[in-house]
């Protein structure tokens, strides 16, 4: 049944994705929301946490924050946007990625029209986001049930169906720009960037004030428009309108430029938005000569190059956006954490003991890049994946060069990469320190920046090693899956008093507060060397395996 049409095909690949990210997004609302009763027991701490939101209204609004509702709806309807980086991924890859493999080619010439195969695909992404929506909306009712929240199964549903519909607008936006470029790595980085450009433009007029115009640009506007576990702040309908005409504009769109050009290129832009094109030369024509193909490392970095400059523009921005942000909230949470003792117990537990100074703001928000270099290096580990699976890995090594070469020199490719978008961070963020004139300890800063790099390096590693017995979806879909279930553990255990033991399962673990504490050596170590082993355990599969199996 499965394999009878290019729907339910489809839908089966994504038959673990449902599952991961509908069960653990899921859960983590039903943890929250059962944690709440208990950071709200009295008064004082009903007070504190209302500060708290107060302070941090530039993320989200507060809005009955003391209620299990707006408690999870403030906290984590931000945090859950990172369930858009699956249809980012995929939208990128729906169409453009069997171009690059050549498996497009064969599947429109069975007796089915190119529209017809490209709408199946696009339904099976939205059922599957559906089926995401739908379980974490029962999981969310269930929890909201056991603490007796004032929303029921509907606020659930709505609270499902208005993450669904935001990461439909980003798969589009992928599938979108896909139409545009050669290769569904750099659909997915672009699409990346413009996830981090828009949450970030919504911010904005929370922190800047009379440029609320300006956030109406970004589809993250929109859907923080809606607070279904809210009662009384409710649904808004006009702007579930907006992210559902925005999700079928884009993906129209897509599928429209899709039917019209020749597979394997990409759309013809007008002739003014050509860029110019040097005659063809020699050097040009046998590009036998060209640095990138004078080993697999240099390679590796010329197609990794496009991918990390988007990366980097979108974690470096993010960074510096954040000292910035910090920099005027300063004033207001010194006097706050002075005040209220119940405060500072309660921030503590998550960016670090040391409240009053500049760096424990910062160290809370500053969990959010070794997230994001990890999802860089999940990308990667795809795209490496992917090459073995479009058949290119059998080109590589019918040249003089040996499988321990091969992986070494790619993962080598990707290494560099995340360096280099490590220390660009830090120079981004060294530099908006200094003009905001925000004082932090530099050594602390440059732990806290470079100290992400091994935890990007583990999950590439890791993606490497899986990539010797999965397919690129699949691999791409575990990995995903063990950030959710880390960013989990490392968030939500400490709500639920889980033991030490279990909070060490994640790797967030390990990074701890180094903008606060200084750079965790053991554990930093600790990570590097789990690295190491998981990227010989991936080249000596790769070695002794058989291509493509």
Known sequence: MWFSNVFLKTLREYRI??????????LLMYAVLTAVASLTATQAARDALTSLAASFVWIAEPVKITTPGGYATWKYGFTILIMALWPLLVGSRLLRGEEERGSLDVLLSVPQ?????????????????????????????????????????????????????????????????????????????????????????????RVISNTEWLSRLSPVYYYNLSKPLIPSYGVNLGALLVLFVLSVVLSGGAIWLFVRRDVGTTVALPRWLRLPTPPPTVERGVPMNAWSLRSVYARGLAMVALPTLWWTLAIAGFAGFMVLVVKQTESKLAVLYQSSPTLANLIGKVGGSDVTTNATLLSFLFVFLPLLLMAFAVTQASRWAADEENGRQELVLSTPQSRLTVVLARFGAV?????????????????????????????????????????????????????????????????????????????????????EGLLRLSAFYYYGTPLLHGLPLLDTLALFVVGVVALALAAVRFVRKDIAH
């Open 415 to 499: 290494a560099t990469a995340t360096v280099f978008i490590g220390v660009m961070t830090l120079a981004v963020t060294a530099l908006a320190s200094a003009i905001s004139g925000l004082k932090l300890d530099g050594g602390n800063l440059t732990a806290a920046t470079l100290s992400m790099i091994p935890l990007g390096l583990l999950v590439a590693a890791l993606g490497f090693l899986l990539s010797g017995w999965l397919r690129a979806a699949v691999d791409t879909g575990l990995l995903s899956f063990l950030l959710v279930l880390w960013f989990f553990i490392t968030f939500v255990g400490p709500e639920l008093n889980w033991s």
């Open 17 to 26: 994705a449902i599952l991961g990210w509908g069960v653990g997004l899921g």
């Open 113 to 205: 029209g190119r529209g017809r195969v490209a709408l199946e695909k696009l339904a099976a992404l939205w059922m599957a986001l559906l089926g995401m929506g739908l379980i974490i909306g029962l999981l969310s009712a269930a929890g909201g049930a056991g603490v007796h929240a004032d929303f029921g199964l509907g606020g659930g549903l709505l609270f499902g169906l208005n993450l669904v519909l935001i990461s439909a607008v980003f798969g589009g936006i992928a599938l979108l720009i896909s139409q545009f470029t050669l290769r569904a790595g750099t659909a997915a980085g672009a699409t990346g960037a413009l996830l981090l450009f828009f949450i970030i433009l919504d911010m904005l007029h």
